[in-house]
């Protein structure tokens, strides 16, 4: 009976705080937050929760017959943001998570619900019923689908794109993400002056800081 609340109560707090399926795939088609996955052990577990769910492939194959979707992936490849993003991964932080997450049983537990939930298997047997798989199965006779990525090339979205590497703006920010220290994380601290104090300058123990005049009245 312990074991069988505890797998109630794990299911549970994963549903409760899990992104839905449209934020899981959402994030999955987005490469500056698609390591936001692997970075934390509780959003790895929504995450293998919502693929476990047919609504997240029915999404995902929805978005990927719109080629705005791969419009804004290469935005988003282009994006300093996917420089914070991976560079999370020398952040010893990350690591200790997943230590402290490969002993605790209740990671394991919450990792297994939805192997052992039978609602979820109910979903994959009557997904091909479902009105958006339908949809998708006549989306080829839709003559607008085939407008839409023949019109793609000259698409404002994808002009603005194409003209992107000619921005300084661009490497200004690459640059600027590149040299703050906060994209490192932890590993950061060894770039930043601050850290160091009077370590950083040499003369600063024969070369007191003067007193600040007094303010005049």
């Known amino acids: 009976m312990m074991k069988i609340s505890a797998l109630v109560l794990a299911m549970l707090a994963t549903s409760a705080f899990a992104d839905t399926p449209e934020q899981t795939a959402t994030k999955l088609l987005d490469p500056a937050k698609v390591a936001d996955v692997a970075k934390d052990p509780k959003a790895a577990v929504a995450a293998m929760t919502n693929m476990m769910d047919p609504a997240t492939a029915i999404i995902l194959m929805q978005k990927g017959m719109d080629p705005a979707t791969f419009t804004k992936m290469a935005q988003a490849g282009m994006s300093p943001d996917i420089l914070k993003s991976y560079a999370a991964f020398i952040d010893p932080n990350m690591y200790m998570k997943w230590l402290a997450a490969s002993m605790d049983p209740n990671f394991y537990t919450a990792a297994m619900a939805p192997l052992m939930n039978p609602n979820m298997y109910m979903k994959w047997l009557s997904a091909p019923l479902d009105p958006r798989v339908l949809q998708m199965a006549m989306a080829p006779l839709n003559p607008n689908m085939y407008m839409n990525w023949a019109m793609a090339p000259i ?29 490192y994380g932890t590993w950061g601290g060894f770039m930043n002056p601050a850290t160091y104090g009077n370590m950083a300058n040499p003369f600063a123990g024969f070369f007191p800081v003067a007193p600040a005049a007094p303010a005049a009245k």
Request: proline letters at 14%.
């Open 155 to 183: 698409a404002p979205a994808n002009m603005n794109m194409m003209m992107a590497p000619l921005n300084p703006n661009l490497y200004t920010q690459w640059a600027g993400a590149a040299a703050d220290p906060k994209t």
